[in-house]
């Protein structure tokens, strides 16, 4: 059987405002399997981002469970919570959220600071990051010297030199054009099929929509589809 990696048992998530409150998930069941290419759509407001950050260890859920590598993680100290994301977890997401002052370098070794390797170790792991983006030859640019699709590519760097069980993606795609937008894409497949990542995204991009092998619609919350997709349809539109 594959191996879980994400399990999620009615999920809840309930942020109060004033005198009513939200619920921006409601008990949410999902199981995610290693190798998945799955993606959260649905209308903006519907609770992907609140799913994406709870599984990632970064926010805390009302009730429910959201059990990751194996780990129930709600009641997690943000210590054990920031060594399961150090451990297992990478992120990507809309805006890059790359550190401008770093060299590209720099930014893609970052997580890899807090793990016992020394330089040279470390200086291979970042290149060989680099090579899976195409971009090992701008290690020692800076990210303002870098368009949108590159930035984003020196994002999924940082995000797999770890080489992560998950990774994460929030709307990978929202500010790249419709070409950098189809090259991130392939990167991330590829990623996925070579090296067993799984990827979630939460997105409303019809171009990653198009990929995904597996399409869950959530709506006010809850789960509404969960769709699998045998032969997701990579061929580019022309444009
Ligand atoms: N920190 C917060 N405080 C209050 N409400 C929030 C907060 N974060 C999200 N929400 C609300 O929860 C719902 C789901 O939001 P979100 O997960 O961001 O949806 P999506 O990513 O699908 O657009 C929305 O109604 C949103 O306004
Ligand atoms: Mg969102």
């Known amino acids: 059987m594959a191996e879980t990696v994400i399990q999620t048992i009615d999920l809840t998530k309930i942020y109060p405002m004033g005198e009513h409150h939200i619920t921006a998930l409601n008990r949410v069941t999902l199981t995610f399997t290693r190798g998945e290419f799955a993606g959260l759509v649905g209308p903006s407001g519907s609770g992907k981002t609140t799913l994406l950050n709870i599984v990632g260890t970064l926010d805390t ?44 370098f720099e930014n893609v070794e970052f997580p890899l600071l807090l793990l016992n390797l020394s330089p040279a170790e470390r200086r291979q792991r970042v ?7 195409g971009l090992a030859d701008r290690a020692r640019s800076r990210p303002t010297q870098l368009s949108g699709g590159q930035s984003q590519r020196v994002a999924i760097a940082r995000a797999i030199v770890k080489k992560p069980s998950i990774v994460i993606a929030d709307e990978p795609t929202a500010n790249l054009d419709a070409e950098n937008s189809y090259n991130i894409l392939d990167i991330m497949l590829r990623l996925n099929r070579e090296l067993s990542i799984t990827f979630l995204f939460a997105t409303h991009d019809e171009k990653v929509i198009r990929y995904l092998r597996r399409k869950i619609t959530l709506f006010d919350g809850r789960v509404a589809r969960d769709e699998l997709f045998e032969q997701p349809d990579v061929s580019r539109p022309p444009t």
Do not use: C, K
């Open 127 to 133: 290149m060989e990051a680099l090579d899976w983006v």
């Open 61 to 104: 859920p009302t009730s429910g469970q959201a059990i990751v590598m194996g780990t129930e993680t709600s009641a997690l100290t943000s210590l054990e919570a920031a060594r399961l994301r150090r451990q297992h977890i990478g992120f990507i997401f809309q805006t890059f959220n790359l550190f401008p002052v770093y060299t590209v």
